[in-house]
């Protein structure tokens, strides 16, 4: 079964860091292009960063670039966001999403970042 | 950036009911939109991809059109499952997705 599962989440400080994690299963993972998707309380949808499968090229949302950092490493199947410098409005939930023909067909679940003092 | 309009932002039908759900690019993105259906708690899911493609495993209920500038999502038969929010996305230029639009019980 094709899965993604996000971990990581947590609540963090103003200025604070963290890092999620999405593990991949059921298929090969190198072979895809995956995103990050997130979703503040009560809002839509916001793309916030892509890689692609050999994790050479990556493309952030203004709204995170030079503070958010994509990564995966193939060899354990997972796919990372760093986030430094939060602010309140990163407190979302962060999706990951695997890409293919341009469109995210399989989602994770979620996991939930809580920006606050 | 490419900005994505949704419209109506709610809409309330009924059971059975056809609803059509419309979506539009600040420019021209060919047929590169997708439609994804999101239920409170979980995780978007992609109902429709280059604007009329289907989804494996979706129901034919779901019909999706257009291309360049104006898209439209239409329901035919709503369901009971059918209530939710739906979100159009293009991915000609990065990804961009509309405000989404609720689908309630009227």
């Known amino acids: 079964e094709v899965q993604l599962v996000e971990s990581g989440g947590g609540l963090v400080q103003p200025g604070g860091s963290l890092r999620l994690s999405c593990a991949a299963s059921?298929?090969?993972?190198?072979?895809?292009?995956m995103n990050w998707v997130r979703q503040a309380p009560g809002k839509g949808l916001e793309w916030v960063s892509y890689?692609?499968?050999?994790?050479?090229?990556?493309y952030y949302a203004d709204s995170v670039r030079a503070r958010f950092t994509i990564s995966r490493d193939n060899a354990k199947n997972s796919l990372y966001l760093q986030m430094n410098s939060l602010r309140a409005e990163d407190t979302a939930v962060y999706f990951c999403?695997?890409?293919?023909?341009?469109?995210?067909?399989?989602w994770g679940k979620g996991t939930t970042v809580t920006v606050s003092s | 950036d490419i900005q994505m309009t949704q419209s109506p932002s709610t809409l309330s039908a009924s059971v059975g009911d056809r609803v059509t759900i419309t979506c539009r690019a600040s420019?021209?993105?060919?047929?590169?939109l997708a439609w994804y259906q999101q239920k409170p708690g979980k995780a978007p899911k992609l109902l429709i991809y280059?604007?009329?493609t289907l989804q494996s495993g979706v129901p034919s209920r779901f019909s999706g059109s257009g291309s360049g500038t104006e898209f439209t999502l239409t329901i035919s038969g709503l369901q009971p499952d059918d209530f939710a929010t739906y979100y159009c996305?293009?991915?000609?230029?990065?990804?961009?997705f509309g405000q989404g639009t609720k689908v309630e019980i009227k």
């Open positions: 996305q293009q991915c000609s230029s990065f990804w961009t």
């Open positions: 059921g298929f090969i993972f190198s072979s895809y292009e």
């Open positions: 890689i692609d499968g050999s994790g050479s090229t990556m």
């Open positions: 420019q021209s993105i060919s047929s590169w």
């Open positions: 999403a695997r890409l293919y023909e341009q469109v995210m067909g399989v």
């Open positions: 280059k604007a009329s």
